[in-house]
Nanobody
Framework: EVQLVESGGGLVQTGGSLRLSCAAS????????IGWFRQVPGKEREGVSC????????YYSDSVKGRFTISRDNAKKTVYLQMNSLTPEDTAIYYC???????????????????WGQGTQVTVSS
């Protein structure tokens, strides 16, 4: 059974930090690009960050570049998203997703990903 499980969300004040984790099971993980997306009610799902499954290349949306850092630990089958300098605009449900090989490289489009977690809520107070 393929599973992606997010954790690490919560309530923080503006300027605070959180580290999200995405733990994978039921597939090989190596070679899969892993993306982070976020969504708020009434808005389109937004690509936040991604780490490649082949060359460690990364992607960040303009809104989070310089504040968020994505990393992966293949031995633990886990991807992390370190989020610093959080603002209320970062409030959303955050999802991780996996894109199967041979699509090793990052895509910013949610519909290109094959597996999804259930999401973790991030709330940033003003």
């Amino acid at each position: 059974e393929v599973q992606l499980v997010e954790s690490g969300g919560g309530l923080v004040q503006t300027g605070g930090s959180l580290r999200l984790s995405c733990a994978a099971s039921g597939f090989t993980f190596d070679g899969f690009a892993i993306g982070w997306f976020r969504q708020v009610p009434g808005k389109e799902r937004e690509g936040v960050s991604c780490v490649s499954g082949k060359d460690n290349g990364t992607y960040y949306s303009d809104s989070v570049k310089g504040r968020f850092t994505i990393s992966r630990d293949n031995a633990k089958k886990t991807v992390y998203l370190q989020m610093n300098s959080l603002t209320p605009e970062d409030t959303a449900i955050y999802y991780c997703a996996a894109d199967s090989p041979p699509y090793y490289y990052c895509s910013k489009y949610w519909f290109e990903y094959d597996y999804w977690g259930q999401g973790t809520q991030v709330t940033v107070s003003s």
